[in-house]
């Protein structure tokens, strides 16, 4: 994959977009684990479900890093069993997902091995602001907001 870079004059302070582009792109390397739905609830609400099947909520951990929602699994011990076929997972995972600048976590549950994250999108405001040209004689720039 090419390495993007904002080294063009046109994009000022665009540093911390190639840091987030970074840490997707890491992200993305993880494994499937575990499978995940996002579904739209409402126009700026999403929930995201992830299959957490045999994960009690002691096991689980949710965290908002910068913009990055960060979901693990660090499973308790369990006593020796044996199995004759183990086809379900309980292991340790990480699970991460880049967020919008603004978006909320509104509330997180588990319930029959889903554990739902419910987040909601900013509403986008468009602002102007008009910035007064001084001349030599002005020491000080004015700055005016159009609301």
């Not at 911390?16 to 409402?42: C, R, S, V, W």
């Not at 992830?50 to 699994?73: H, K, P, R």
Request: with cysteine.
């Amino acid at each position: 994959m090419a390495r993007l870079t904002f080294n063009t004059p046109f994009m000022l302070g665009f540093d911390h977009l190639e840091q987030m582009l970074e840490q997707f792109a890491k992200a993305g390397n993880d494994t499937n684990y575990p499978p995940y739905n996002i579904e739209q609830i409402a126009p700026r609400r999403l929930k995201l479900s992830l299959a957490v099947a045999g994960y009690s909520e002691n096991e689980l951990e949710v965290a908002l890093e910068n913009n990055q929602l960060i979901i693990c699994a660090h499973p308790m011990e369990e006593p020796e069993k044996q199995f004759l076929y183990k086809g379900i997972a309980h292991r340790q995972f990480r699970r991460s997902f880049m967020l919008a600048q603004g978006m909320k976590i509104k509330s997180a549950s588990l319930e029959q091995g889903l554990l739902s994250i419910d987040l909601e999108q900013p509403a986008h405001i468009q602002k102007t602001t008009k910035i007064k040209i001084n001349t030599p004689a002005q020491k000080k720039i004015a700055w005016t907001t159009d609301d």
